[in-house]
């Protein structure tokens, strides 16, 4: 056996799974002694989004050394929309097919479905996380988050994130329309950390509005940035363990 994995929580791993297809069409998994991790770079390398699951999360785990295997996430989340609360999730690696098992037993009567998807040939590429040190960050309710970047969405194409004067600043322009937030610890952040006195940065729109995505799976969002450095945004997922997008900015 190279990897298997169960998990008790199904329908917050449902949240993941259609995370996933909507991220990108083939996820490429890492599965080290630490958990599973999806790493995936956009087409145009502005986005960099991070999935991982500690093996902790799950109520079995184990892995021969590492493991990495690629499947379509549309068809991994159609499978994954068949479990349900009563069911208890198994993922295993059949190498020697090209194949992930999925497993779904029923809890109470111990009846098992089967489904199996196709692994994808393709080499494993090395995406290092970000090596950045940014100067601010803030904690923010996901519904709160999701708020402030669908107002941004009504205005322009641009958003400029500031720190100053201990509070946060978030605005966008266009002509004859401006939207302006400013959030302050309590309200609505839950703290804000900040070690330098000023910040500026500009992000696209239009990739803040990909961070979405994962909001129904997520109970936290942590927000870091700084001048001219790419955002970082953490969402802590309800199943545990983090999904995160860096978000290359635009320089001005």
Do not use: C
Request: aromatic share 10%; no cysteine; charged share 30%.
């Amino acid at each position: 056996m190279v990897f298997k994995a169960s998990i008790t929580a199904v329908p917050k791993f449902r949240y993941i799974a259609q995370t996933l297809a909507k991220i990108t069409d083939e996820a490429p998994f890492y599965a080290t002694m630490d958990g599973l991790e999806v790493k995936v770079l956009s087409p145009d390398k502005t986005t960099l989004t991070i999935l991982k699951i500690p093996s902790i999360s799950f109520e079995e785990y184990n892995v021969d050394g590492e493991e990495f295997f690629v499947i379509a996430t549309d068809e991994f989340n159609k499978i994954i929309r068949r479990g349900t609360r009563d069911d208890i999730l198994v993922l295993e690696l059949d190498k020697e097919n090209n194949r992930l098992k999925i497993i779904f037993k029923h809890k109470k009567t111990g009846m098992e479905r089967t489904f199996y998807i196709e692994t994808k040939p393709r080499t494993r590429e090395e995406l290092p996380e970000p090596k950045l040190e940014l100067g601010v960050s803030f904690r923010i309710l996901p519904d709160d988050y999701k708020h402030i970047i669908r107002d941004l969405k009504v205005i322009g194409e641009e958003a400029v994130f500031q720190y100053k004067n201990g509070k946060i600043y978030i605005f966008s322009q266009a002509q004859q329309k401006e939207y302006r937030g400013e959030f302050e610890e309590g309200s609505p952040l839950s703290y804000i950390s900040a070690t330098v006195d000023e910040a500026r940065s500009v992000y696209s729109v239009s990739l803040l509005e990909t961070t979405l995505k994962p909001i129904q799976a997520a109970s936290d969002v942590l927000v870091s940035f700084d001048t001219n450095k790419p955002l970082k945004i953490e969402f802590t997922l309800a199943l545990g363990g983090t999904l995160d997008y860096w978000i290359v900015p635009v320089i001005e």
